[in-house]
């Protein structure tokens, strides 16, 4: 259950249930939730140990964490001997008792196969290492040691995408790492483990797609409100009094009613072509006007000028969730996909895209083409849709701005003075997606963890064989391919393979 409640201090208590509270938050973006654990369909007492531990556990809590001790709960709770134990008063207790209960958490982990059982032993303990209440002998429960049978690896490899939590996803097994995927066979293993790799990428895809259907509404808004014009009340006289009488339109007195005021803003651009490469003087800047329109938009451009201008130009979210697209469709390095411009595409072919970039360590050229349908699909191609927007805001440059690269993955550049209009390569990528992941709660990921996530993904789709990656990375050899494939998946995968 998902509520708005981000400031509650303590779990809710009824009859017969506790509402365990929980709260994440990834980088700014938080979700709330609850978890309830019911007594009497546990047929476990009240104001035992279980109840005492819930009661000295933080809140909120983190739902995966609630999660997953509820699943624990409903296991140990068919044994009658673990009932009577989580029902009694702690100082009726000992700690050969609490040994008891983590022995049968230990068995149920192994029960369960998961990959990683010392990290599923962890959690599954985690609410009793809460407890600050003294058992019969004096010692709190929380420093009761047991150790158990799994044992910790620290491997040094490559961390997914897939290895985050993500608590949008509503399939549990799928919100968790992917290294916590339960083994009941390689074969299931694998199929689980494909379906992981791919939905982490197309949680990043979908998000893209919206940022780029929300600017596409915002085209079509200002179009409209061009053509309709401001009021006829709006007199020429009355424009050029309204311009005369303000210092600038950031002014604090400038007025204009709410109603009018886009319409008004988007006459003055057109008037004076403000959408094109000049110097002008501060009292035309648009940086950072009030406009509600702009600021109401997910992951909305950071200055208003970028909407109003949006029908001319890309606006830097725009642009930012293009090179994700197509970062996921080529897999190529973030450094190959920002030397693609114009000429390096091949339009010849009708329905296709044929692309060149470079790689900036070597020079070698490496070939990708983007078709508009998905394969063995209808579906439109997002990548190719993200390439005729990038063409045509090129084109838009080309013929008013002023342009500093010939990348087509440009922006308007920060800190030119009173010379607007002008673009250079997009920079600072990392922290665009920081506010992606932000406005769309995703896990924050690396530019570079989206070829990792691509190169094991196409790995499983084409059953494990490694040319395919190889291929698609554009490496000349598979001894190079193996660091990308040097993963926790594949790892867990080999091993599951070995066991089986």
Known sequence: MKYN???????????????????????????????????PELMISRSGLLEQAILDTPCPLNPLTARSFLRTLKTLSKSNVIQRLLGTPVEQLNYQDVWKIFQNIEQDVKDWNYNQPYTSFINAIRIFKYCKTQLSNGQFVRDVQYTATFKYEEKKIKKLIS?????????????????????????????????????????????????????????????????????????????????????????????????????????????????VSKTLPEKFSFTNL?????????????????????????????????????????????????????????????????????????????????KDKVKDSAKSSLAYRSIELLLQHNSNINSFATRNSDSIFIVKAARTGNNINVFDVTSHLERDIERFCDAYNIPIFSLKDIRDQKANLEYMKSGKNPYVPMTILGHADLSSITYYLNSTILRVLNEANMNE
Not at 6 to 25: D, G, L, M, P, Y
Not at 321 to 333: D, P, S
Request: net charge negative; hydrophobic share 35%; aromatic share 10%.
């Open 290 to 370: 009030p406009l509600s329109d702009a600021q109401s938009i997910e992951w909305s451009p950071t200055q208003s000028v970028d909407y109003l201008l949006c029908d001319y130009y890309l606006p830097r979210n725009v642009v930012c969730a293009c090179v994700l697209l197509l970062l996921i469709e080529t897999g190529w390095n973030p450094s190959t996909l920002l030397t693609l411009s114009e000429d390096r595409i091949d339009k010849s072919v009708p329905g296709e895209f044929r692309l060149e970039g470079v790689k900036t360590k070597t020079g070698q050229l490496q070939v990708f083409v983007v």
């Open 163 to 275: 290895e985050t939590y993500d608590t949008d996803i509503e399939d549990i097994e799928m919100a968790a790492p992917i290294s916590l995927l339960k083994n009941s066979s390689a074969s299931e293993l694998d199929r689980k483990a494909l379906k992981h790799l791919q939905i982490r990428l197309d949680r990043i895809s979908d998000a893209c797609d919206q940022v780029i259907q929300n600017h596409l509404l915002q085209v079509i808004k200002i179009k409209k409100y061009k053509e309709l014009g401001l009021p006829e009340s709006y007199t020429l006289q009355k424009i050029e009094s309204i311009l005369a009488r303000y210092n600038s339109l950031k002014d604090k007195k400038f007025r204009i009613p709410a109603n009018d005021r886009l319409s008004f803003f988007l006459y003055v651009i057109e008037r004076f072509e403000l959408y």
């Open 5 to 39: 409640n981000t400031n509650v201090t303590s779990h809710i208590w009824t009859k017969n249930s506790v509402f365990i509270q929980t709260f994440v938050r990834h980088n700014g973006q938080t979700s709330c939730g609850q978890v309830e654990i019911n007594f």
